[in-house]
């Protein structure tokens, strides 16, 4: 069995009061972790330790901490292995599903370790005569990252690094459905030399997690917070940061269209929605959920998706296809197929739930009546929605509360740039799957999918302070004091 600790000023903490929980395998239903349970005090350790390491990682140079950096994506690619061991038994996941998560994770650090010469100060002139301005961005302080377990390796890096690449430190809160994979992963990021404490981590039993964000966002020295999960856990960490005058990212839920327009490539959409609908089982925030499809080529496009499916279950492919997080999470997917049938939608494909293990789904004449056509499901189920032209399936797409990804297919790039334009989501990928991501380019949600960008240079919107400072001639008079 797998001993997940805490890391405050080192590795291998326990709680204050002794509290452990278990993590169980989705799979078997057997304890794979024995886990630290942190509480609110445990919390203000892991900030005071981030807040004492703050001016230490602040004033280390840039060179010093681009070091840093690549030696922490260099251990983490070594560590490869032990996180394929991990993840396989604490979340179900394929080894593909978290060596894929590695490498995106490396992509992340490439880019972050660009940032720290990115913060400059620039001097302004005044307009008016005997004063300069210089306009500047510093780091904030401590941040608390909170990342979730679906792409576990990618999302704790991206929580991690963008952060502390702007010269801030960072307490980690990890999933408690992973504490061993996220604990490991900070331990390795810390072994490539940061101060004592400029990066913490806390893991604890699932009933706390409210207590412990509030005890880590009310903290004095946490100036920022990002977080990546569900809307509805989201709008909880909204209150708590808004209760404490805390600014936060959110990066939330998706409900991603991928549009098929009469022109386009079939297959290609195809092959792009299978994959965005199935990897990793479908659990991913860009997930291909609906696939909307004007009416004039819905038949065949229905057929190159059947036979997408069946190429996916092959004997060849099966290790492609793994477990959901739980049993609970595959039965509610079942409950969603069901209701889609009971309302008229036709089954293409799979459909069938075993434990925690759903077939990969293909549903077919999915309408609005459906509880499908609106819930995120988080599982390997794919509705297709016809529509009658491109205008109305705009319309679908956009009859959403999320925002977060959407597709368009068609052979003229540049009426889909102008269709792009009409999508409500914060990121549009034309003849390309919903999921994709580029750590150097701006990325996140509008409508219910948050507020925020990770990625690129707009880190440094997010992470560090805007500030202004003048030095002025001094003088005898002001306006209405004589």
Request: aromatic share 6%; net charge negative; proline share 5%.
């Amino acid at each position: 069995m797998f001993e997940a600790k805490l890391h405050i000023r080192d590795a291998g903490v326990g709680a204050r009061d002794g509290a452990v929980f278990e993590r169980l395998s989705p799979v078997s239903g057997q304890p794979v972790t024995r886990a630290v349970a942190a509480g609110p005090r445990d919390a203000r350790d892991a900030a005071n330790a981030s807040a004492a390491a703050f001016p230490v990682w602040r004033a280390t140079s840039v060179e010093e901490k681009r070091k840093v950096l690549a030696r922490a994506r260099d251990l983490l690619i070594e560590h490869t292995e032990e996180f394929v061991e991990i993840a396989a038994e604490e979340l179900g996941s394929t080894p593909d599903w978290i060596r894929f998560n590695v490498s995106i994770a490396v992509d992340v650090f490439n880019e972050a370790m660009k940032i720290p010469e990115k913060i400059t100060q620039t001097e302004e002139t005044s307009e008016k005569s005997g004063i300069q301005s210089t306009v500047f961005r510093e780091p904030v302080g401590a941040v608390l990252a909170i990342a979730p377990w679906n792409a576990p390796v990618t999302l704790a890096v991206r929580a991690i690094v963008w952060p502390l690449a702007c010269g801030n430190t960072v307490v980690f809160k990890g999933s408690e459905l992973c504490p061993m994979l996220h604990s490991r992963i900070v331990d390795v990021i810390c072994e490539a030399g940061l101060p004592a404490g400029a990066l913490t981590s806390v893991i604890h039993a699932p009933e706390m997690a409210e207590p412990v964000v509030d005890a880590l966002a009310g903290h004095p020295a946490v100036r920022r917070v990002n977080f990546t999960g569900s809307t509805r856990v989201g709008r909880r960490v909204a209150d708590i940061c808004a209760r404490h005058l805390k600014p936060c990212l959110l990066e939330l839920s998706g409900k991603a269209p991928l549009i098929v327009l009469e022109d386009a490539d079939l297959a290609a959409a195809a092959k792009a929605a299978a994959y965005g609908a199935y990897f990793n089982q479908g659990q991913i925030c860009m997930a291909t959920e609906r696939m909307i499809v004007v009416d004039a080529v819905a038949d065949p496009f229905r057929a190159e998706m059947e036979a997408q499916c069946a190429e996916l279950l092959t004997r060849k492919n099966r290790d492609k296809v793994g477990e959901l997080i739980s049993a609970e999470a595959a039965r509610r997917v079942g409950r969603l197929i069901e209701d889609a049938l009971s309302k008229g939608a036709t089954l293409i494909a799979g459909g069938e739930v075993s434990g925690s293990y759903v077939v990969p789904t293909l549903l077919d004449r999915v309408t609005p009546e459906m509880q499908i056509y609106g819930e995120e499901s988080f599982g390997p189920v794919a509705a297709i929605i016809r529509a009658g032209d491109e205008a109305e399936a705009i319309s679908i797409a956009n009859d959403t509360q999320y925002g977060l990804v959407a597709s368009v297919f068609t052979a003229d790039t540049s009426r889909a740039r102008a269709l792009a334009g009409l999508l409500e989501t914060g990121v549009c990928h034309i003849n390309g799957p919903t999921v994709y991501d580029d750590p150097s380019k701006p990325f996140g949600g509008v409508k219910t999918s948050g507020y925020g960008r990770f990625g690129g240079t707009s880190a440094i919107h997010e992470f560090t302070e805007l500030r202004w400072i003048t030095v002025q001639e001094p003088r005898s008079d002001y306006p209405f004091w004589t």
